[in-house]
């Protein structure tokens, strides 16, 4: 017989079961702090900021199953959310500046995925960076590539650089 | 002396149910899961509190061990929405990043699959909810402890059918390889937008050395070479 409590009940006793309990009030979709306008970060014109992005992308390319790819693309955004919708559609409460790098020439397979269920497949590998830090904060594989140009006009090929000395 | 000894096992292993766990087919990653399918009445979302206790990728530059919940929006769980923590996301081969909250989902008709990490904190050894709900529109809404990480667009293709899962996964199970936690509260929202809670006819399955009980009280603990 199932029974009908709220989930509300389960959070009760959450606390009731533990001292330290993660699980503050919800936030909801819309209400991250829209603020302080951000601005395209400029590190894709300047040699080591461009060299870590390639290397942290061939290192993620690697990873999801391309060691060699054709391609190294990418763009630089004052806004996070307005990459992703782009990219993944998702929706996200972030509006930092962000560089998009997206990697071509080969098949990428998922890292994870439920049991039972073959590991999500696709030729395009897409990677967003928290421009500040330079952390992965997305990543992805579709069968077409997002166009980048969406997101930013100035697109940079960074796969050049692979072959310096 | 054989009755006190009887209490005393009952008392050490208060257990009501306990998976058997199976022998790990080769090419597959390691599960310990709680999982139920529903071809009805759980239409509109899924919740579950996970505690992890323990969270360790031996080689976190290539793979990976997480704690989660899937919310597999067809029942067969092909295209989905997960919400949890995971170890052995690497930021690069110097820097790997650890403990991460995230959530990913895999969508059907050139949707793509893909995993976002929020600037969420959070501890080992704390409760949080996480939770994927209805937001109307082909969405889904993705919440880790109260807090909203994200909307997965375009991901809904009819029908009532859904696949509930939640525990560890690991890439692989080396002995540096560490998953441990609890989870309880298992809920599921229906097509009325009433919270039910219960995951009812629920299973437990996992893969050697992954294992995954249910105690009496209906707190499950999931180990991957433990601690937990």
């Known amino acids: 017989m199932a029974r009908t409590e709220h989930i509300t009940a389960s959070l009760a006793l959450a606390l009731a079961m533990t001292s330290a309990v993660g699980c503050a009030d919800e936030t909801e979709p819309g209400s991250d702090t829209e603020a302080t306008e951000s601005v395209k970060p400029i590190g894709l014109t300047r040699t080591e900021i461009a060299s870590s992005l390639q290397a942290l992308a061939l290192d993620t390319s690697k990873r999801w199953g391309v060691e060699v790819p054709a391609t190294v693309r990418a763009v630089a955004t004052a806004d996070h959310q307005a990459a992703e919708s782009v990219i993944s559609g998702a929706i996200i409460n972030d509006h930092s500046p962000v560089y998009v790098v997206q990697v071509t020439g080969g098949t990428f397979t998922a890292l994870h995925h439920p049991p039972n269920v073959e590991a999500p497949r696709g030729t395009v590998l897409t990677i967003t960076f928290d421009a500040a830090t330079l952390r992965m904060t997305d990543v992805g594989i579709d069968e077409a590539a997002p166009e980048l140009a969406q997101i930013d006009r100035e697109v940079v090929d960074l796969q050049p650089m692979q072959l310096a000395p | ?228």
Request: glycine share 10%; aromatic share 12%; hydrophobic share 35%.
């Open chain 2, 1 to 228: 002396m054989k009755r006190i000894l009887l209490i005393a096992v009952a008392v050490i292993a208060p257990t009501a149910d306990a998976s058997v766990c199976t022998h790990h087919p080769a090419g597959r990653h390691w599960y310990a899961e709680l999982q139920k399918t529903y071809t009805t009445r759980a239409e509109h979302g899924a919740a579950i509190n996970i505690e992890t206790t323990t969270l360790t990728s031996g080689s976190p530059v290539s793979e990976l061990v997480s704690h989660e919940m899937w919310y597999g929006v067809t029942g067969g769980c092909e295209y989905w929405v997960e919400v949890g923590v995971k170890d052995g996301v690497a930021h690069d081969s110097v820097n790997p990043v650890h403990h991460q909250v995230f959530w990913a989902d895999n969508r059907a008709n050139g949707g793509g699959y893909h995993e976002h990490y929020p600037a969420v904190g959070w501890s080992l050894g704390a409760y949080y909810q996480v939770k994927v709900v209805w937001a109307g529109n082909n969405s889904w809404n993705a919440y880790f402890g109260g807090v909203f990480l994200g909307t997965s667009t375009n991901n809904y293709y009819g029908g009532v059918h859904r696949c509930l899962l939640a525990g560890l996964e690991a890439s692989r199970a080396a002995a540096t390889d560490h998953v441990g936690g609890h989870m309880f509260g298992w809920a599921r929202k229906a097509r009325n937008d009433v919270w039910y809670q219960d995951w009812d006819g629920k299973s437990l399955w996992s893969d050697c050395p992954a294992d995954i009980d249910v105690s009496s009280d209906n707190v499950t603990t999931e180990v991957l070479h433990g601690p937990n």
